[in-house]
């Protein structure tokens, strides 16, 4: 089995998310990183790429997408790794000649071009994988397989919330900087970078889809042009309900990412900072603490954990998975296999509501908090 | 120092808050139980009385507010733990002939009931203790001396929730059926038995009003007339923003009140099952685990309590603190000194603002969770 | 049903347990304080009494068992709070003239003193109860009886501990001060200060005996005379092992008395600090939390439970139900009736077994932790 | 920067613990393995080299180690993931031909080999890495850091404890049959296996050296040839005590590594299951959480993190800070520069330590747990 080459766009020296896509790409060692445009400065992106051993640095990505689709050994897939709003223009030049794109979250800033890169999509040969990388983890894969399974029987209340605090105040280094500017992040703040992550979640576990949403989001930082605390009320298909809280300026929080459905015959619970935990309860029943591959933990958390219980993994071993997942599926297609039904990764459509999902928040929150739908 | 002669409506034999009153006026000896009028069954609060060997032992609330206002050594004061739609008639009895009430929430059935009672008390020289008893944990106290001296700056997010279980099937028996029932306990259900208690908690540990919210209320169990789950947003005095859920169909969770407030300095927690630990985390600051009398407790939580940390206090002795600060306003009263400035109890017009809150929440949910101010 | 009546040794102003035995008396109502020698000192012993509003009050205990036994209406009872070296003086006078005692641990501040105690006790008509406190736990009894009826299986390891920290530097406070001094606390210092507690404790939950036991004791304090740390392992009768931990020099430990019981079955875990909560494993299971009248608890625990689960009941709660098992032993003697099997209370036999313990432990670590039999 | 090219001694399909080694390899991307010896059967050696697409596969480590020599671009590093009985002549062939060699714990399974073997790296001019890998853990660094710098006084108490239940019953699956097997593992069961982690974390997090011990070793369960749960009393160097328990019998823990150190100025508290997180208390202020990379951890711990706080990283980065501890070791030898004295490994020093400890409780406990210097 030979290793997926694999291209890099953005995740230059000083980037946080690129670093991670990158060990989260080796852990399993399906993936070979040999090329990359790692920043749109030319002398940083040679410096990047040399400081990673690449073995062909591009300065620009559309060159790099033309250049690899030649190339007989080219990549065959490409980590989109880059400030929200390069994602669109970069994805389309790779999905057009056929090569793979993973692709980092939100799929967009703006939802224009959430439905044009749908389209480039659906145009393509290639596979697109958005790593909400939340779904790697393997008690979240428990959750929704318990759920699935009618554990909890229907669903009536979802609480979802990531609170974070590192925006409290008014910041000004490079991770700050562009997640705060709505020309590089998009309309959404905090909706955008966590609170997408946690609506997500919340339909990935639940298998579920929010058909409306009314918003009210502040930005209490003063001078802050994009929301930092988003509050969320959210109505699901079927009839369950739900709230949504997101926020950076909430102190004592790092990422505090926590979903909790409730269903007629239990509720679960799951928090991203203990991710080895699910807690389960059956109405009527003590409480159960499921740990990661340890007893009550089933096939589809069993199936990307990696060692014992009670050897923590982390956030990385869930990024690792959304990575392997992909190489399921790339290795699929190289070899014309159907894809085995366990394999499960988030996709340009589940991108789509992302950006959605920002878009409802934006212009619900514009209303004084209106019921709008997705 | 002679014991406060005090007594009680409702609370006969199979009720549970009424036990739950007469511990906590027992815990510190302040008040001792003479009189009741324990059930609105003759036998039944004839038997109730003999049980609890009380001296006068009444069939009806009023005779008994009659006849111990003429008492040389008639009660000082009266506990009301019937149904919400008692407290109205039964308080003003006692308040028009001066015997000081100590009354469960919510204060009231019905908004107008709530209006009247506070002039009912405007017009009495009694006192009028509501016994929103969660205010009575020392680490409550402690978390709000720490907002009101400005530990966590200027206040932007409160989250608030109490999540229970037990009427997550259709009960039936005593406790859950007048609780399910408008005509007994209003036109909240959720909101009504524990939405309030949220509601206070936030409103007295910020020392914050809230102004208006927006509340998506349900019935998830066919055929229950009142709402089982409440999801509200809220917007307080000043600009912050909050969220309240109150469910009692959430599996997994028994009395799982718990409040988050957030400051531009820093953020606190609090949890009623877990009820001596506050954290706090000075923003930029590791989180810091602050216990009742323990190091980094203050005057606020230690005033209120009893014995060295690590040894836990409970419900029963912060119910038993509003009863302590019920005694303190009363022998205020009997010797005609000034009350302390510590003492703090809720008032009635924290009552009525907790059936104005959850009028809201029901004029705002059926109109679509519209925002209504309160 | 008329309350006890009841008398105290002990417990005058500025005293920390004597305030905890008066509210654990009244909490359920059983007794009624009326007599008391508060203090060996006697204007404190008389301002004490007139503080509580005690009907008759003594500067002596003698004077006070000799006078109340020959009132009509004397006391039935009393309780014993002094420090540990006047226990089995004030002990006896009352058992010799038939009034029950309620008494402190340890027994005595020597193993002669237990024995003889022990005679005392066994010549007298009155009941013997021991505040071993945290039998009366709720989740405690729920873990003995768990244990008792086989769901965990035969033991093979326990594991107990009572670390605090209040003792790290030299302190000169008063309830420091007699604590620390052999000739009024006894040879033991932590071993016997709450060594005793850890040591019963597990005995409790187990239903086994210690047979012998190796211990290192130390002083870390400069200039202490008696041990505030204790490392002791454990020989169970039936061959289970075991290790007790008491330190009083443990920063960040308030009174972290925690037990861990493991069978060839399943494990339980019971931890002071958050005592509502029983953790429960059979092995190859996930973890259960039973809480205190939640689902799962059973009979034992629900019969000492005032309230619903999710409100903690504290310690003050758990000490009650060693005053409400006295009141159902003492009622039990006044009608002539047989106790109910499910009373349980600390006896003196398990009091002089917890002194047997400390002797034990000074001997074991004066022979450099040699092994020595109970 | 090439990678380090690395061989492997063991860790062929089935087994457990070779898996984490080459993930651990991996993560830093400063290691390639090229070579393997993975089975001491030669089809199955051929089969997994082939699995994970080795270059160089051999069915013997001696033959690896004699040809790797020779090789021009051979293996400059080995690591040894066998079972306990062959680390020694494993180790010794690559010693001595000047291959660094990285291993796996405890160091031999007989002080005798652990002896010769430190002889063998003293005669070698190769590195040598014992992965005990818990000392990887940034918050482990994080509390040797604290304990170095003085923040917690003169360290009193140290209580350490490792224990699991995953042989609670007779297991015969391949990991737990040569664990229980005198002639593989060893004369330490327990004691061997995680016993080592627990008294080597001791050492490492405060700086001392146990000076002598007493144990008392069981077997619980029937036919088992070594112990499966150990308690021990520790003395070190300079008058700390401290208690060591380790167990694979205790139903509920799956890795439940835990140390807890108390000096005369504060206590820190730490375990391996939620490895992130790190809780210290100043003597006389509260309880403080800090967590990897948060606000409150140091230089040490910063130095090991890879992402962001509250994105927990787990065993498998701890794990990857020994290797990559190891690469910067390794590199610093190749450019014959100095290494920084920031990093830190386990030594082959700690391994004799570790063997000493086996040795010295197993001679404590046949003695009936006399007290035996290491």
Same mark, same amino acid.
């Given at each position: 089995?030979?290793?997926?080459?694999?291209?890099?766009v953005?995740?230059?020296?000083?980037?946080f998310?690129?670093?991670?896509?990158?060990? $989260?790409?080796?852990?399993?060692? %399906?993936?070979?990183? *040999?090329?990359?445009?790692?920043?749109? &400065?030319?002398?940083? !992106?040679? +410096?990047s790429?040399?400081?990673?051993?690449?073995?062909?640095?591009?300065?620009?990505?559309?060159?790099?997408?033309?250049?690899?689709?030649?190339?007989?050994?080219?990549?065959?897939?490409?980590?989109?790794?880059?400030?929200?709003h390069?994602?669109?223009?970069? $994805?389309?030049?790779?999905?057009? %000649?056929?090569?793979? *794109?993973?692709?980092?979250?939100?799929? &967009?800033?703006?939802? !224009?071009? +959430?439905?044009?890169?749908?389209?480039?999509?659906e145009?393509?040969?290639a596979?697109?994988?958005?790593?909400?990388?939340?779904?790697?983890?393997?008690?979240?894969r428990?959750?929704?397989?318990?759920?699935?399974?009618?554990?909890?029987?229907?669903?009536?209340?979802?609480?979802?919330?990531?609170?974070q605090?590192?925006?409290?105040?008014?910041?000004?280094?490079?991770?700050?900087?562009?997640?705060?500017?709505?020309?590089?992040?998009?309309?959404?703040?905090?909706?955008?970078?966590?609170?997408?992550?946690?609506?997500n979640?919340?339909?990935?576990?639940?298998?579920?889809?929010?058909?409306?949403?009314?918003?009210?989001?502040?930005?209490?930082?003063?001078?802050r042009?994009?929301?930092?605390?988003?509050h969320?009320?959210?109505r699901?298909?079927?009839?369950?309900?739900?709230?949504?809280?997101?926020?950076?300026?909430?102190?004592?929080?790092?990422n505090?990412?926590r979903?909790?459905?409730?269903?007629?015959?239990?509720?679960?619970?799951?928090?991203?900072?203990?991710?080895?935990?699910?807690?389960?309860?059956?109405?009527g029943?003590?409480?159960?603490?499921?740990?990661?591959?340890?007893?009550?933990?089933?096939?589809?958390?069993?199936?990307?954990?990696?060692?014992?219980?009670?050897?923590?993994?982390g956030?990385?071993?869930?990024?690792?998975?959304?990575?392997?997942?992909?190489?399921?599926?790339?290795?699929?297609?190289?070899?014309?296999?159907?894809?085995?039904?366990?394999?499960?990764?988030?996709?340009?459509?589940?991108?789509?509501?992302?950006?959605?999902?920002?878009?409802?928040?934006?212009?619900?929150?514009?209303?004084?908090?209106?019921?709008?739908?997705?």
């Amino acid at each position: 089995m030979t290793r997926i080459r694999l291209g890099m766009v953005g995740g230059g020296n000083d980037a946080f998310i690129g670093g991670v896509h990158r060990i $989260a790409a080796r852990i399993d060692d %399906r993936f070979e990183l *040999v090329a990359g445009a790692l920043s749109s &400065t030319p002398e940083k !992106a040679q +410096a990047s790429g040399q400081a990673l051993g690449l073995e062909r640095i591009y300065d620009d990505f559309k060159q790099m997408a033309i250049r690899e689709a030649r190339l007989k050994n080219g990549i065959e897939a490409v980590s989109i790794v880059t400030p929200n709003h390069v994602h669109y223009a970069a $994805a389309r030049e790779f999905l057009k %000649r056929g090569i793979h *794109v993973i692709c980092d979250k939100p799929l &967009t800033s703006t939802l !224009a071009d +959430a439905k044009k890169l749908v389209k480039a999509a659906e145009a393509s040969d290639a596979l697109f994988v958005l790593t909400h990388n939340y779904t790697g983890y393997p008690m979240v894969r428990q959750a929704r397989e318990m759920i699935a399974s009618g554990q909890i029987g229907n669903i009536r209340v979802v609480q979802v919330e990531y609170p974070q605090d590192w925006l409290t105040q008014n910041e000004t280094f490079k991770q700050a900087e562009w997640r705060t500017d709505p020309a590089r992040s998009g309309a959404g703040g905090s909706t955008g970078d966590i609170g997408t992550h946690a609506h997500n979640l919340a339909c990935f576990v639940t298998g579920l889809r929010v058909e409306s949403l009314a918003a009210d989001l502040d930005a209490f930082v003063p001078g802050r042009q994009v929301d930092d605390n988003g509050h969320v009320m959210l109505r699901f298909e079927g009839g369950a309900k739900g709230m949504l809280w997101c926020s950076q300026v909430a102190p004592g929080n790092e990422n505090a990412l926590r979903v909790r459905v409730y269903g007629d015959k239990g509720g679960l619970e799951w928090a991203q900072e203990d991710p080895n935990y699910l807690w389960y309860t059956p109405f009527g029943e003590p409480k159960r603490l499921i740990t990661r591959n340890g007893s009550g933990a089933g096939d589809a958390a069993g199936r990307v954990s990696r060692i014992p219980p009670g050897h923590p993994e982390g956030y990385l071993e869930g990024f690792a998975n959304i990575y392997t997942e992909a190489a399921n599926a790339i290795e699929a297609r190289r070899a014309g296999t159907e894809l085995d039904n366990a394999v499960m990764y988030p996709t340009i459509q589940d991108g789509l509501r992302g950006v959605q999902f920002i878009d409802a928040c934006v212009r619900s929150s514009q209303r004084n908090a209106a019921w709008v739908t997705l």
